[in-house]
Structures are given as structure tokens and as C-alpha cells.
């Protein structure tokens, strides 16, 4: 998807803060943080919303949720802990169509959203 602005930040040809990546999945900081810590987790492959997931992807999930949290220990975020969220369509906000996990922590965060 050259399109794609994640696809763009895959393939190094826009820059990112990248914090981690390896074969299957890339984490770099959120351009417009919400939070001390905003950390976007995506998948390499293009896919663009979680309704495209399809049981061959269940692997690259599973890495990004515990790349998730490998980077939450990391960053010292084990004793008040963090927020995973993966926004889907419109009524979920999604506004890029690669799909993403934003790993948000060093504030609270309320619960049920607004
Ligand atoms: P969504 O709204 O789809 O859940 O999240 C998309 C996120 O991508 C937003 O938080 C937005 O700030 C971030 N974002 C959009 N474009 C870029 C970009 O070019 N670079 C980075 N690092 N983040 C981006
Ligand atoms: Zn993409």
C-alpha cells in the first residue's frame, strides 16, 4: 500500500521515532502524543482495519500485544500500568487505516471513554 503513511514509515521512506523492530513488527512514538508515553505498534504487513484480520495474522497480533508490553516494563510502567487501545472505523476514531495498537501510559486515564 504505498499510500499508506505507516507503509511510508516501513519502508524508512518518512521518518519515525522507531522505537523497536524486528521481522513482523515495527513501534515507534506517536507524532501527536496524548500521553508522556504514546507508542503506536503496528503490524509490517498492511492490513487495514481489524475487521481484515484473518486467522494467519493471529501470530503478528499476539507479537504486537506482547511487544506491547515488553516495552511497557521497559519504560518502568508495570507499577501504575498502561492503556492498549486499537481504534476501529469511525466509531472507534480510526484515522489511519493500517492497523495499530497506541500503548499510552505515565497519566490516567478515565474509564468508559468519553
Ligand atoms: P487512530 O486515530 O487511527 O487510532 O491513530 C492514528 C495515530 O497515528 C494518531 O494518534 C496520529 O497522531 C498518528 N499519526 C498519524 N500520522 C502519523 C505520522 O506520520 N507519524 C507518526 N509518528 N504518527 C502519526
Ligand atoms: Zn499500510
Redesign the pocket.
Known sequence: MPEC??C??INKE?P??IIYEDEQVMA???????APV?I?LIPKKHIATLFDLTTEDSDVIGQLVLTAKKLAVKLGLEEKGFRL???CKED??????HI?F?LVGERFFAWPPG
Open positions: 503513511i505507516f511510508k514509515i518518512i519515525a521515532e515507534f512514538k506517536d507524532v501527536n502524543p496524548v504514546h503506536l487501545v486499537a481504534n472507534g476514531g480510526q484515522t489511519v487505516f495499530h497506541h
